[in-house]
């Protein structure tokens, strides 16, 4: 038993490594900024530490914390950014991992005061739906969790204005796909605009969508 722990442990300190490399090389993490986290029992969170670069980290430089963001384990310290994964654990129990990036796109339309909400694309209707704004929160404090607490219910991916994005689901990979297709989809979004023509799907259409998503995960159950 202890030893299964053990080896989950080991795996998930490995897994934010490899998404944390990933996330960097794709730009959404330059210098030292972004974060992921994955829960690790029902009452302990294992989570990428603050000020380093996610090109440079190692499995043992992850932080052990509680669900009220103390820290239990890691020389390194816990991000200040900790409090708006907290936010989403505690609010979604079925929740397994959280990733905070800044994609350059998805970035400049939270930096435009823009959602991502508009159908244009029906491979991002089905993967992610419509994706709010936050209103804009000083880094670092109580307040990035109370300007999310309303979408986290009903959203997996969530634009932060002036800020950046957080997206979250079942595991890492999950969490990671969602930021990938934010990034695609706001690509998307802002050259269909520069196109000057866009034609968003009409609302039966983004229904039939969302019908067929519902049908698909189904099956897959
Ligand atoms: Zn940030």
């Not at 944390?20 to 029992?41: E, I």
């Not at 993967?127 to 959203?155: F, K």
Request: aromatic share 6%.
């Amino acid at each position: 038993m202890i030893d299964t722990v053990r080896q989950r442990e080991a795996e998930l300190r490995r897994d934010l490594v490899r998404f944390g490399r990933w996330l960097h090389r794709l730009g959404f993490m330059p210098g030292t900024s972004g974060n992921l986290s994955v829960r690790l029992t029902e009452d302990r969170l294992l989570a990428t530490p603050t000020g380093a670069s996610k090109y440079l980290l190692q499995p043992r430089d992850m932080v052990v914390i509680d669900p009220e963001g103390r820290q239990i384990s890691g020389a390194k310290k816990v991000t200040s950014e900790i409090g708006m994964h907290l936010a989403i654990y505690g609010q979604r129990p079925d929740v397994q991992a959280v990733i905070h990036s800044h994609p350059v796109v998805a970035t400049a339309f939270a930096c435009a005061g823009r959602a991502l909400d508009e159908p244009l694309c029906s491979e991002a209707v089905m993967a992610l739906g419509a994706v709010p704004l936050a209103s804009y929160a000083t880094t670092g404090t109580d307040e990035v969790a109370a300007s999310l607490t309303h979408l986290i219910p009903r959203h997996e991916a969530i634009l932060m204005a002036n800020h950046g994005a957080v997206t979250f689901g079942s595991s890492l990979l999950d969490a990671f796909l969602k930021m990938e297709t934010v990034e695609h989809y706001a690509k998307i979004c802002l050259v269909a605009h520069q196109l000057g023509t866009p034609r968003p799907l009409k609302e039966f259409e983004v229904e039939q969508l969302v019908l067929a998503k519902s049908k698909y995960q189904q099956n897959a159950m």
